[in-house]
């Protein structure tokens, strides 16, 4: 009895309509790519070394509106990062580095 009601209840209920988002298959998690581990470039290249009077390796870690960029987007690590900011601030004080775009020479 219970698969008569069953089939009735089904029969009389209108059918819900599908919108798109239901009608596309889903996708994979991650994706088709996969991205690139960031690495701290210091950490890899130990004959690398953060100095503020290396202006040339301290402007791969600023922005073209001269902002440092953060260790998330760069891929150095926490101890890097902050010997880098370190440089950087001391060489805009030595005006080996300009604090703005305004300030370019």
Known sequence: MTETTQETKSETQAPEAT???????????????????????????KSLKIDH????????????RYKILPARVTGTCAYHQRQLTTAVKRARVLALLPFTPLHKD
Do not use: H, V
Not at 19 to 45: I, L, N, Y
């Open 53 to 64: 009077k290396n202006p040339d390796l301290l402007a791969q870690f600023i922005t073209e």
């Open 19 to 45: 919108t798109s988002r239901e009608r596309r298959p889903t996708r994979r998690p991650g994706g088709r790519f996969q991205r690139r581990r960031k690495f701290c470039k210091f950490c890899a290249d």
